[in-house]
């Protein structure tokens, strides 16, 4: 193998390591009272576990060990460690409550497995079941939030959070397991409406990100969270009216497949050069 080619490969491999190396940072950092940093340790590795996909993509170093990879690697970062961050924040003085931290990991565990072998490989316009990075995401930034005066000034600090937050882990772990569908990145261009959406999108996503960390994450996550509950039971009831057709938008059934077509289809080449569409990466 040449240099080139092996620096390739190392590349997002190595983005997903860091991912990793945030989720434990993150886990340290809670566990000595440093919420702060616990919850930029996991905004980090989120930004880690955009990238490595990507740059698999432009480099087309994607394998099937890097999917594995950044599989294991979400387990902990975005299932792990933002449980155990809500269990020193909030939790660690009742005897009981880190059962909630271990349905939300058990749920992330068994959203990527599922990733893995009904979505991955396939390229979709949608995630079945909230994506592990943004459910980890809105958990971790809770803290942030919490610290904020659109907190702590206004009645949203009122409200009854050491009870609402076990109910938030239980929301977000199922949300994890359900067949509610999610968008993607969107794409941005300029040639149709949805790209300029998508576009003003990243755009203010990133102007968030960037200005307003604290106050941004935390609500733009349970707006995410909150869209595709929504979206998923508006769609349901449109199937509802009467007269409307029901076709499969997403694939084909099974049974109408040619066998030598069926066939292919349950082979993807998951090893191919460039092919990186195994790992589930930040909606956002």
């Not at 979400?74 to 349905?103: H, N």
């Not at 990145?185 to 300029?196: A, C, D, E, M, R």
Request: aromatic share 14%.
């Amino acid at each position: 193998m040449r240099p080139r080619q092996a620096a390739a490969i190392a590349l997002p491999n190595g983005f997903t390591l860091a991912n990793l190396f945030f989720g434990i940072f993150g886990i340290v950092a809670a566990s000595r009272g440093d919420f702060d940093a616990a919850a930029r340790f996991i905004v980090f590795g989120a930004i880690a576990d955009t990238l490595d996909g990507r740059i698999a993509r432009a480099t087309k170093s994607g394998s099937r060990f890097g999917e594995e990879l950044d599989s294991l690697v979400d387990a902990i970062s975005f299932g792990t460690a933002p449980a155990l961050i809500m269990y020193f924040a909030v939790f660690q003085s009742s005897r009981w409550e880190w059962i909630f931290c271990f349905f939300f990991t058990a749920c992330a565990v068994m959203r990527l497995a599922r990733f893995n072998v009904e979505q991955a490989g396939r390229k979709n316009t949608h995630f079945t079941g909230l994506p592990s990075p943004a459910a980890g995401i809105t958990l971790a930034t809770y803290y942030w939030f919490s610290q904020t005066p659109l907190y702590t000034e206004t009645i949203i600090g009122d409200l009854p959070w050491h009870q609402m937050l076990r109910w938030v882990m239980l929301g977000l772990g199922m949300l994890m397991i359900s067949n509610v569908q999610y968008a993607k990145v969107p794409t941005v261009n300029f040639h149709s409406l949805k790209g300029i959406l998508g576009f003003l999108l990243v755009t203010g996503t990133f102007i968030g990100v960037i200005f307003l960390p604290k106050k941004f994450f935390f609500p733009a996550s349970m707006a995410y969270v909150l869209y595709g509950i929504l979206r998923t039971v508006f769609l349901g009831l449109l199937d509802r009216l009467p007269g409307r057709e029901h076709p499969d938008d997403d694939e084909e059934d099974e049974d109408d497949v040619p066998p030598r077509r069926r066939r292919r289809r349950r082979r993807p080449n998951r090893n191919q050069s460039g092919s990186d569409t195994g790992r589930e990466e930040s909606p956002a």
